[in-house]
């Protein structure tokens, strides 16, 4: 009965005080009405009747009204809150990968593109009022999900990434202008690109330079990350008869310059990841970076509770009345 209930006019509740003065005013009220008569004796004055004991009850009842009026005064009522989001700064975010060979080095576990889309998945998962797309990119790029809110869409187009869908190469200015084209003519807030990559930009026809003078035009961030431990990796080094590859330790090699340029070009910031946890942490500092402001709206409905309070009062002075006009009639 009272979960939730709160009061619009809670000063009213000083009026409590006047609920001891007047049991103070009645307890010297019948003082002065009290009076005595002495007589050699009672015989004959014997009565039975319990009721006079219970002639207080009546100024009980009169309080209880009163205290039940009070709190009507107060306005009990209750309260019931419902809240409605909306994105106020969406970000439109395109993950581009590199899918070369050398994306199945061994030094992440269990190799390096595998690693990338458990932490890839989980960013995506993270950002659920984003929309967010997938360019894949090798010796060429292209789309692999275009920007959509549809997580389910964008997780899925990354679980399907593998080697061997496209043409092997680096071709870091396509991978680049690529996902520059999916956000040219985006009216988000905000546009960014994380651009991964593992190696040296050694084919496509565009160059990364004139790929980040694209993506600086059109208002593109783009967060660049390095991909591969300090030193040599198990690599890919040759195919086997059976056509899988025989892997054997490489230098590796990121051309940490030209993503470093890429970054300061276009105001986003460059990373270097050389193992699991690394590359983890690389994903949630973007994701710390690039927040999304999301406005709460919260909607008030009071539901007046004033009116029982009432009614109870009403019905307690109606009971005194009844019981002071019957019963006790004969001792008030």
């Known amino acids: 009965m009272f979960e939730n209930i709160s009061f619009a006019n809670p000063d009213f509740f000083w009026l409590f005080l006047l609920l001891p003065l007047a049991i103070v005013w009645y307890i010297f009220k019948q003082k002065e009405q009290t009076t005595s008569l002495r007589i050699?004796?009672?015989?004959?004055?014997?009565?039975?009747?319990?009721?006079p004991k219970?002639?207080?009850?009546?100024?009980?009842?009169?309080?209880?009204?009163?205290?039940?009026?009070?709190?009507?005064?107060?306005?009990?009522?209750?309260?019931?809150?419902?809240?409605?989001?909306?994105?106020?700064?969406?970000?439109?975010i395109v993950m581009a990968i590199d899918?070369?060979?050398?994306?199945?080095?061994?030094?992440?576990?269990?190799?390096?593109?595998?690693?990338?889309?458990?932490?890839?998945?989980?960013?995506?998962?993270?950002r659920p009022n984003d929309r967010i797309g997938i360019v894949a990119y090798a010796g060429e790029g292209y789309t692999k999900t275009p920007i959509t809110t549809d997580k389910a869409i964008v997780l899925n187009a990354l679980s399907e990434i593998s080697y061997g869908q496209l043409d092997d190469g680096t071709a870091i200015g396509m991978g680049l202008a690529t996902s520059v084209n999916r956000l040219k003519d985006s009216k988000a807030k905000s546009k960014i690109i994380i651009l991964l990559t593992d190696g040296v930009n050694n084919s496509?026809?565009?160059?990364?330079?004139?790929?980040?003078?694209?993506?600086?035009?059109?208002?593109?961030?783009?967060?660049?990350i390095g991909l591969g431990t300090n030193g040599n990796a198990?690599?890919?080094?040759?195919?086997?008869?059976?056509?899988?590859?025989?892997?054997g330790m490489r230098q590796v090699e990121i051309d940490e310059e030209l993503l470093k340029d890429i970054a300061n070009t276009t105001g986003g910031r460059y990373f270097r990841a050389t193992d699991n946890e690394s590359l983890e942490e690389i994903y949630d500092e973007i994701n710390k970076l690039e927040?999304?402001?999301?406005?709460?709206?919260?909607?008030?409905?009071?539901?007046?509770?004033?009116?029982?309070?009432?009614?109870?009062?009403?019905?307690l002075l109606l009971l005194e009345w009844i019981l002071r006009n019957t019963l006790f009639r004969s001792f008030v």
């Open 99 to 126: 899918v070369s060979s050398s994306m199945l080095a061994r030094d992440l576990k269990p190799n390096r593109l595998s690693a990338l889309k458990d932490v890839a998945a989980d960013f995506i998962k993270n």
């Open 291 to 315: 927040k999304t402001e999301v406005e709460e709206f919260k909607y008030y409905r009071y539901e007046e509770k004033f009116r029982m309070w009432i009614l109870l009062a009403g019905g």
């Open 54 to 92: 219970f002639k207080p009850a009546l100024f009980i009842l009169r309080l209880l009204a009163l205290a039940a009026i009070i709190v009507a005064l107060a306005r009990p009522q209750t309260e019931d809150i419902s809240t409605r989001s909306k994105t106020t700064k969406g970000i439109d």
């Open 40 to 51: 050699s004796s009672v015989k004959g004055f014997s009565y039975n009747s319990i009721l």
């Open 204 to 224: 496509g026809f565009i160059e990364p330079q004139t790929a980040s003078d694209l993506a600086l035009e059109f208002g593109i961030k783009t967060y660049t």
């Open 234 to 247: 198990l690599s890919p080094v040759s195919y086997n008869a059976d056509g899988s590859f025989r892997f």
